[in-house]
């Protein structure tokens, strides 16, 4: 352990970690970034394949990006966004509406995902008391959700490790069964099903839609639930339904927006569009912390009025419409748009696929493997055949996660998930060498663990 290292932990609590597993494997200092690769103190690089907890899209310190932050830092970091505003932030908002969903017409500014999910939630409720709806005061999630660690967005999420602690201050919420397409009740595909998963969603929303404001949920791929994916048809029929009883559909795009699933947004798989939605990190490529919650006009419209009639959204963040991460977030949908990123993703995402077909799914220990654009996910499981789960104390992704680390590639596992969500730079050379890698690493665990 070099100095660094230890006054790191004399003083820095890190975020979602057991602190004493770093007695064992301390946190890698990085000293700079270029590209796809993160080197450390030590001088050692490492592919970074999880786009640095999915928020780098373009490579580290890319120089598009570092000029425009740079050309805002030197005219105005900052100014009050209640009262004023400034060139970027027009511009952004300009331009993000011009690539949402349709129906997406206003944009306000959070500080990051869970400060976006916070706005949604109150957003939808406070639209329904003031269209007289005052029975509306419930949300519906699905199981193994995630939207955030804040009390609201853990209130409705749905993964226990990060929320079953805080049950006694979390708000009411119903939860229903969400799709799990590997381990499918109905014995369907996701490729072909007609999500008949939707009837618990379907059940509840029929029996409850006079208490319900919103149904929150993440499009088409559940992150930290492993990376679960299930059909479009989930979504088309979820507005439905929420459009026939006033409820509203909120899209956790978070995790899932900006081309990660080969669309802009990952709406656009199933033809629909929200009443909310939020997104935050790929929107400053792995800059910035900032996020936007978009709504449709008729949310917009419940809240415009005279001052005293006490409708407006009451809600701010000191840094609400930061310059710098406005310009940042500019310069990201320029780089879309200028250097054709998703047909990059379409050609990309096709040999990644390729790339793990051929080289990991002949293990004996890989389940599944799901893929939707440049997100991948190779599902760890005890036999094949009846899917059974590796024991979640058994920390098999980790340990595959720590022999990775050893030969030069960042794979932060989720549970028994490996998954690959790289930069959209990475090369065919770099993902050769990251699943590769992958598979050198789960051989080697399993060869050493019989």
Known sequence: MNELQKKDLEYIWHPCSQMKDYEKLPPIVIKNGKGVYLEDVDGNKYIDA????????????????NKALYNQASTLEHVIFAGFSHEKAIELCERIIKVAPKG???VLFGDNGSSAVEIALKLSFQYHMQVGKKKKTKFIAISDAY???TMGALSVGGVDLFSSMYKPLLIETIKVNGPDCYRCPYNKNRETCNA????????AIKENHEEITAVIIEPMIQGAAGMKMYSPNYLKKLKKLCDEYDINL??????VGFGRTGKMFACEHAGISPDIMT?????TA??????LVLTADKIYDAFYDDYETMKAFLHSHSYSGNPLGCAVAVETLK???EENILDTIDKKSKYLKEKIESTLLDIEYVGDYRQLGMIGAIELVKNKETKEAFPWQDRIGYKIYQLALKKGVLLRPLGNVIYFMPPYIITKEEIDIVVDTARECIEEYFSNNK
């Not at 909120?250 to 995790?255: K, S, T």
């Not at 997104?279 to 929107?283: Q, W, Y």
């Open 50 to 65: 999880v786009s640095s907890w999915w928020v780098n899209l373009f490579g580290h310190s890319n120089d598009r990006i």
């Open 104 to 106: 997406m017409k206003k």
């Open 335 to 337: 780089i879309f748009e």
């Open 196 to 203: 008949e998963c939707f009837e618990s969603m379907e059940k």
């Open 286 to 291: 792995g800059y910035m912390p900032m996020s």
């Open 279 to 283: 997104v935050s990190k790929g929107l």
């Open 250 to 255: 909120i899209a956790d795009e978070i995790a």
């Open 147 to 149: 939207h955030g660690e």
